[in-house]
């Protein structure tokens, strides 16, 4: 596609239910990136996926998020049991690679809201 | 560990300035420096990257500079306009990392 795709662009979900966000990056680019932006905090990465290799999961905050990128284009990103912390903007990005000259192209996010 | 910091928080300018908007990080071993706009409600827009071995790069009346010895960015913004009111992000990475990024600043041009 033109450019970085997400949805849903909002979603609102009751307190202990899952969500699934959904990413399809640039046709063609194989590094793959999810961010949360909460209010105040900044963006912070989440997890990134590069090819074939082992996701790099370093930033997901617990065990109730998880992210899968099927046939190295789509991601979904998974929150269990979501909690009132967890409202934020999901950003997801992607380059045509990793290291140097590799500008990010970010999505519009999705905005969840844990009510 | 990668840490970016942007002063100013916030800033207003009236229509016409210049102005310059800074980025600072700890580690100077890094690969590319970033800078992003964010309208509200909206993901991120690229507006320049700077690579490592580069000193600055210009798009427009946009120019970022980059100085790894003191690890600091500038973005420079000539003859504002209210369409530059806008959230801008500096980031960094280093290698196959992804990007570190600032807290931002909020840029308000009063017409």
């Known amino acids: 596609g033109a450019g970085v795709s997400q949805s849903p662009s909002n979603k609102v979900t009751e307190k202990g239910k899952d969500v699934e966000l959904r990413c399809d990056p640039i046709?063609?680019?194989?590094?793959l990136y999810w961010y949360r932006q909460s209010l105040g905090q900044g963006l912070e990465f989440l997890i990134y996926f590069q090819g074939n290799s082992a996701p790099d999961k370093s930033g997901l905050p617990s065990d109730r998020f998880s992210a899968e990128r099927t046939g190295g284009s789509v991601s979904t990103l998974t929150i269990q049991r979501t909690q009132q912390e967890d409202s934020a903007v999901y950003l997801c990005?992607?380059?045509?690679?990793?290291?140097?000259?590799?500008?990010?192209?970010f999505g519009a996010g999705t905005r969840l809201s844990v009510l | 560990k990668q840490e970016v910091t942007q002063i100013p928080a916030a800033l207003s300018v009236p229509e016409g300035e210049n102005l310059v908007l800074n980025c600072s990080f700890t580690?100077?071993?890094?690969?590319?420096l970033q800078w992003f706009r964010q309208d509200p409600g909206k993901g991120l827009t690229s507006l320049l990257l700077?690579?490592?071995?580069?000193r600055e790069q210009t798009s427009g009346r946009l120019n970022a500079s980059l100085d790894k010895s003191s690890g600091r960015s500038t973005l420079y913004i000539a003859a504002s306009q209210p369409g530059d009111s806008a959230t801008y992000l500096c980031?960094?990475?280093?290698?196959?990392?992804?990007?570190?990024f600032g807290k931002g600043t909020r840029l308000s041009v009063i017409a």
């Open positions: 980031a960094a990475n280093s290698g196959n990392t992804p990007l570190v």
């Open positions: 700077i690579q490592s071995s580069q």
């Open positions: 990005a992607s380059s045509l690679g990793a290291g140097t000259k590799n500008i990010q192209y």
């Open positions: 580690d100077s071993a890094i690969y590319n």
């Open positions: 046709s063609g680019h194989t590094a």
